[in-house]
């Protein structure tokens, strides 16, 4: 599986952008999607995460009400809808794919990366 994620870019502080990651090669039949990011100088850190069936659906807590994490099945895509963007959301933002239906926090969960993108909040 090949993820491939985009819709980074440069947005000033309240601003909105929307991520995607796309996903190629042989698929698993359920699996668990999630969005984490690494900040400059900082170690990788979760963001959002969506079970198989919708449940659960876990947020980092300072992104909470501000992000939104969906995927279009039959598109193999996960989204990372990004609102009331704040200066410390600028980070490079990654994909994740796991290979069970379960969705957590923790990065080793997932088995398959995107390549990142880069989210740049100004104030």
């Known amino acids: 599986v090949q993820l491939q994620a985009s819709g980074g870019g440069s947005v000033q502080a309240g601003g909105s952008l929307r991520l995607s990651c796309v996903a190629s090669g042989r698929t698993h039949v359920s699996y668990a999607v999630a969005w984490f990011r690494r900040a400059p100088g900082k170690e990788r850190e979760f963001v959002a995460a969506?079970?198989?069936?919708?449940?659960?659906?876990l947020y980092e807590d300072s992104v909470k009400g501000r992000f939104t994490i969906s995927r279009d099945g039959a598109e193999n895509t996960v989204n990372l809808q990004m609102s009331g963007l704040k200066p410390e959301d600028t980070a490079v933002y990654y994909c994740a794919r796991s290979r069970t239906s379960v969705a957590t926090r923790k990065q080793y969960d997932y088995t398959y990366w995107g390549q990142g993108t880069l989210v740049t909040v100004s104030s």
């Open positions: 969506l079970g198989w069936h919708g449940r659960p659906t």
